[in-house]
């Protein structure tokens, strides 16, 4: 019985910890905005994303965007664009 009842709290407490959204996450959906509204609907990589962020005084390095990114290619909201040779970048574009 206090198996069960220790299981049921921390049941609970997972699924109030799941419906909290954390400060960083927030940041990181207003951050993609940005990023899609600086893409448009053209085809960039991150160092051409960055590149632009940079001119617009936005802080944010390559591996940030990617992640910001990843998380848009999750929600298909980005399109992830793997190109023919292994050498050449990664692309990405935002999904209409």
Do not use: C, W
């Amino acid at each position: 019985e206090f198996a069960r009842h220790r299981i049921e709290m921390l049941d609970k407490q997972n699924k109030e910890r799941k419906s909290k959204r954390s400060k960083t996450t927030e940041e990181n959906e207003e951050k993609l905005v940005q990023i899609k509204e600086v893409m448009e609907d053209q085809t960039m990589t991150v160092k051409e994303i960055r590149d632009i962020l940079e001119n617009q005084d936005i802080e944010i390095n390559s591996s940030k965007i990617t992640a910001i990114l990843k998380v848009g290619v999750d929600n298909k909201t980005i399109e992830k664009i793997v190109p023919e040779k292994r050498n050449a970048p990664l692309q990405y574009k935002v999904v209409l």
